[in-house]
């Protein structure tokens, strides 16, 4: 049919080309999967039939998306009574009933992503991040920590991506006589699709080598799935479990909180919870993050890849959208495993533009978890401190929980006394530093730092001490070395090593 023809079709007859269009792409995307399912054989060819079933899914869904998945007039602030207040929940005096609770809890982190952001190879999971514990040791401790205490069994479950499995089982050897049972389970494994021809890219099943590229873990949406694809789910459920602490790996303050638990457990038995999303309160530095609205009469989280385009400066206004998911989230076990039965999570498709090394353009189809609050019953909001969101993505990041504004115990970090404002220093470093902390001989003290900007070749003595605003940076081909013992208060340190009050 030529382009010309189509110009003239009806409306009726437009929609049943694009429908036929459609059901083409599908036939030959399933044609190709048929195809890959060919190069294996035995358990990872029935682990990839079951990962594909996904991925039909979401292709189908993907193909069928016509415009905006919302309509920004549908759209309104959540009701208070569906936000809770963390201060009144922690108001509440904690029942001798608390042990029973934790006793019925799973803690779940995402663990499917590497550390190439920092500098790093291997799972993202396995970097130093306080005192030579790495993430996974610090969940660890807490974890370990909260059954000893409470001589409870609470379990640790870890959904590790195919980037991150394998390395990740290894290092689990070293927990074996640790007072916590570790779990895993692996989320799935989906192709990515050529932009132009909407086919996978994959010629075989193969991770390794030149072929790593072809494959990507479908977003943490995937862990309803792939938790009961594992067996794992119905497991646990068994074993007398009824809900999940979900977080990532990288948010260090994303801890138990037995008040939140306990608010969980205690709802009336009518309006029994099935999903706590925790959110905090939105800053300039968060506008782009997921929030909680009222829509069809039920809590939906949006994020803003649905927002039309008009509406983004709305949506990233901290007047009107006061809150963003921290992606810490309580769900229970009994309802993931009755809507994943009747496929009725209907999650909204996140659809990812990447560039392969060799210039070919590609898309992959993504999920969130909490873009699921919708399908669960009496979900709730709960409005907590800024201290249970404590991600580390980058360097900058790492710097923060490295040094003396934090104190660790028993696995969990916390904001110093000695700090005498709650709201933590903007720390930007330049790319130097995404490498190597090798530029850093001793953390600096930055107990009373604001913001902290530093580009180029810059390197630190020990015990430097940074106050207020400092920005140092070293123009190219210069370096800059900040001696040891050094104040740096409301400090420019430019690259002749000219020290200017700021």
């Known amino acids: ?148 205490t409470f001589n ?39 192709p990515r699709i050529n932009k132009e021809s909407l086919l996978p890219v994959a010629k075989d099943l193969g991770v390794h080598g030149d072929h790593g590229d072809a494959w990507y873990p479908p977003g943490h949406g995937d862990i309803y799935a792939s938790f009961y694809n594992s067996g794992l789910l119905d497991q646990l459920i068994t074993a007398g479990k009824e809900y999940i602490f979900v977080s990532n790996i990288d948010n260090l303050g994303a801890t138990v909180d037995l008040f ?92 990812n533009p990447k560039t392969l090394d060799g210039g070919l353009n590609v898309i992959q189809l993504e999920t969130a978890v909490g873009a699921a609050i919708k399908a669960f019953d009496n979900a709730l909001g709960v409005n907590v401190p800024r201290s249970r969101f404590l991600p580390v993505k980058t360097s ?20 110093s006394k000695k700090r005498e404002f709650p709201s933590t220093p903007h720390v930007k470093l330049g790319s130097s530093f995404t490498k190597s902390f090798l530029k850093f001989e001793s953390i600096p003290d930055m107990l009373e730092l604001d913001h902290l900007t530093v580009s180029g070749d810059v390197t630190f003595g020990k015990n430097v001490s940074l106050k207020g605003t400092v920005i140092i940076i070293a123009n190219h081909g210069d370096r800059i070395d900040i001696p040891a013992g050094a104040v740096l208060e409301n400090k420019i340190v430019s690259g002749n090593l000219r020290i200017l009050d700021h």
């Open 260 to 351: 939140i638990l306990n608010h969980l457990m205690t709802q009336p038995k009518d309006k029994r919870c099935e999903f706590i999303m925790e959110v905090t309160d939105k800053t300039r530095a968060d506008v782009k993050g997921g929030t909680l609205i009222q829509y069809d009469d039920k809590l939906r989280l949006l994020e803003i890849a649905q927002v039309p385009k008009a509406h983004v400066d709305e949506f990233k206004s901290v007047t009107k959208f006061k809150i963003f998911n921290t992606n810490n989230l309580w769900i229970s076990l009994a309802a993931i495993k009755r809507l994943h039965e009747q496929n009725a999570m209907d999650m909204e498709i996140i659809v």
């Open 396 to 415: 900058s990041d790492l710097l923060l929980v490295m040094s003396n504004l934090y104190s660790l115990d028993a696995g969990s970090l916390t904001m």
């Open 1 to 148: 049919m030529s382009i010309v023809t189509i110009a003239y079709l009806s409306k009726a007859g437009m929609a049943e080309f694009q429908e036929k269009l459609r059901l083409q792409h599908e036939t030959s995307m399933h044609k190709e999967l048929e195809k890959l399912l060919t190069t294996a054989k035995g358990a990872e060819q029935e682990i990839s039939k079951k990962d594909f079933e996904g991925f039909k899914n979401l292709f189908h869904r993907f193909l069928q998306v016509k415009g905006p998945s919302v309509k920004w007039d549908k759209i309104h602030k959540p009701p208070e009574d569906l936000i809770h207040p963390y201060d009144k929940i922690k108001a509440q005096v904690l029942p001798d009933s608390v042990a029973a609770s934790l006793n019925k809890l799973v803690v779940v982190k995402l663990n499917g992503g590497l550390g190439t952001s920092m500098g790093c190879k291997g799972p993202k999971s396995v970097i130093s991040v306080r005192n030579e514990n790495t993430f996974l040791d610090l969940t660890v401790h807490q974890i370990e920590h909260l059954n000893k």
């Open 152 to 190: 409870v069994d609470v379990p640790l479950v870890l959904m590790n991506s195919f980037n991150t499995d394998e390395d990740t089982k290894k290092i689990l050897q070293k927990y074996t006589h640790h007072r916590v049972h570790i779990h895993t389970f692996n989320q799935s494994r989906y």
